[in-house]
T-cell receptor, first 118, second 110 residues
Framework: GAVVSQHPSWVICKSGTSVKIECRSLDFQATTMFWYRQFPKQSLMLMATSNEGSKATYEQGVEKDKFLINHASLTLSTLTVTSAHPEDSSFYIC??????????????FGQGTRLTVV | GQNIDQPTEMTATEGAIVQINCTYQ??????LFWYQQHAGEAPTFLSYNVLDGLEEKGRFSSFLSRSKGYSYLLLKELQMKDSASYLC???????????FGTGTLLAVQP
């Protein structure tokens, strides 16, 4: 399967600072990338959908000014958690879907980033 | 609205067969996915159904009935390593995004 690389895998930051998480599709062009967050023992909650070169579409209840998403190229999307607070501590996962016939079905996931805000 | 339901937890015995159900109500439909997720890790793809019927892949099979808004994942010859969360996800079609169900935490016991 295709490879999606997410970095960093874990990060600890102080309250009030910003954290950037990168998501790269290594061997295919990801037309669409998705950002999810997951709390312990819960399922994935979609935060936003980003298409290359356009503004991200945020799900209801997700603050777009707090969670900045940039999808500047077909292989890279970034999520920046601005002015992080302890309640932002969570597991953030990106996924990518491509535009080729085969890639148009399956979504490939990054390794996830565990963010802890202290 | 979008609604995808799965049982929260299930327990099964090593070597046995377990069926995990998923029901969905979505405004559009372009396929249903099953993913496996071990604690602290990213989900890994198991199966994809877009037409009615059964898809078999080794010890794992997935079934879909679009008219009933229903799918199940069947795991045979259970192994201890199958203990994980199993996520049902629907592609609503219009926006290419996957909406995940609540997930089912499966515990395989000796």
């Amino acid at each position: 399967g295709a490879v999606v690389s997410q970095h960093p895998s874990w990060v600890i930051c102080k309250s009030g600072t910003s954290v950037k998480i990168e998501c790269r599709s290594l061997d295919f062009q990801a037309t669409t990338m998705f950002w999810y967050r997951q709390f312990p023992k819960q399922s994935l909650m979609l935060m936003a959908t980003s298409n290359e070169g356009s503004k991200a579409t945020y799900e209801q209840g997700v603050e777009k000014d707090k969670f900045l998403i940039n999808h500047a190229s077909l292989t890279l999307s970034t999520l920046t958690v601005t002015s992080a607070h302890p309640e932002d501590s969570s597991f953030y996962i990106c996924s990518a879907r491509g535009s080729l016939t085969r890639m148009n079905t399956e979504a490939f996931f990054g390794q996830g980033t565990r963010l802890t805000v202290v | 609205g979008q609604n995808i339901d799965q049982p929260t937890e299930m327990t099964a015995t090593e070597g046995a067969i377990v069926q995990i159900n998923c029901t969905y109500q979505t405004s559009g439909f372009n396929g249903l996915f099953w993913y496996q997720q071990h604690a602290g890790e990213a989900p890994t793809f198991l199966s994809y159904n877009v037409l009615d019927g059964l898809e078999e892949k080794g010890r794992f099979s997935s079934f879909l009935s679009r008219s009933k808004g229903y799918s199940y994942l069947l795991l045979k010859e259970l192994q201890m390593k199958d203990s994980a969360s199993y996520l049902c996800a629907v592609d609503g079609g219009a926006t290419n995004k996957l909406i995940f169900g609540t997930g089912t935490l499966l515990a395989v016991q000796p």
